[in-house]
Every structure is written in C-alpha cells, then in structure tokens.
C-alpha cells in the first residue's frame, strides 16, 4: 500500500496530468473551430485575426488536395464565420499537393486556377505537380510566389498576370515552358506595345516567356461555362 506522502504525490500528479490534459484538449478544438470548409467544394480555409495587421480578419487557404473543381472560380476571395468576414490573403505551402516518401502528388482535377483579389503570396509547393492546370490568372494584389510553387506544371499554357509592376522574381518561379503566352493588362510594367515598357521588369518575363507577351484581354471558355476572365485594364 502508498504511504500518505506517496499517495498525496501521485494524487497531484494525476491532477496535473488532467489539467494538461484539458488544456490540449481546449486547445484541439480550437484549431478545429479555425478551420472553415467550403461546402461547395470542400477547399479548407484556416483564419484568424492578423495581429500584425490591427487583428485584421484574414485566412490562408490550407487544403484542396481533394477538390474536384475544375473550371471555375473555385477559391473563395472571403467568407462569413460567426458574423465576421475573413478576407483569404494567401495560398499555403502544399495546399494542393502532398508530400510522401520524397514526392509531390499534386491534385490532377484542377485545371484553370483563378487567384481571387486580395490574396498576395502563394507559398511553396502550393500547386507542385498538379500536372493538368492549364491556365492561371494572378490578381492586382499578389506579391509573392514560393519556391516550387508551380513545379511539375507543365501543361500550364496561358498565364494571366494583373499586377501592373510584377515583382522581378516571379517569372523565375513559374514553369519552364516553351509553349506559355503571358497576358498583362493595357498599361502595365510589361506592355511594350503600349509604350509603358519598364525594361528591367519586361526582360525578366521574356527570359521565361520570350515574345509570347500580350497586352490585353485573355477569356478562356469551355461549352458549359466561361473558365477564365478578362485579364484586367
């Protein structure tokens, strides 16, 4: 049988093992309760209030290894939680890829990938070897791509860049195709045509794209349903 001490030891001990574990118990359910799962399409999005940012609502989109959207605008630029709207602002790293025994499985659905406005940074490996997308449309407001963001896409045919003053480094970023045409919108730093030629900007695209640069619109359509939108003016 315990002594009195030994007893009144193991009896605390047993306490603060249940205090711990209904703090990790608390703390499960709260992560749970950050994630918000689109219905339509299953995507998983993680918010919070930026604390960096005023605790400005904001949320990063986290899986879509499963979806199977395919030709629409299928990411959500916002959604309502408890009477409060988080603004999605980032894609996270293998969002739509898993990494398993040293390998990229990308999700082979998506085929046009539609960044909505306000998201500025697509991390690494988010999109890595999703092979079949074939169109991607950058919004005004994105700023950064991560390594291996879109590595092993290499049916990507037709990019759609909105940020008028792309950053120098994300040409590099994207796939190595021969067969890709950029569009930018009338009046950007890589519209030559129209005389706003920003050359240190500009040389950077055609190191990745040559002379498959268009100012102007990009409108992709299937039969069912338009696919793609106008690349902004």
Known sequence: SLCPQMYKNAKGMKKSLLFLISILTSLTI?????????????????????????NAPKAKLVDGRSTAATKVDFILSEFVEDGITYKVTSIGDKAFTTYENKKYTGNTSIEYV?????????????????????LLELPSTFTTIGTNAFSGCSRLVYVCCNNTNANLSIPSLLPNNEL???FVP?????????????????NKWKERFGDRIYAGKMI????ERRVGKECRS
């Open 30 to 54: 709260q992560a749970q309760e950050n994630i918000y799962v689109d219905p339509v399409t299953e995507l998983k999005y993680q918010y919070y209030l930026d604390s960096n940012d005023n």
């Open 114 to 134: 539609i960044i909505p406005e306000g998201v500025t940074t697509i991390e690494a490996n988010a999109f890595n070897n999703c092979s079949n997308i074939k």
């Open 180 to 182: 890709m045409s950029l």
């Open 186 to 202: 009338v009046g950007s730093a890589t519209d030559s045509e129209g005389g706003y030629l920003n050359t240190a900007i500009t």
């Open 220 to 223: 992709a359509r299937s039969e």
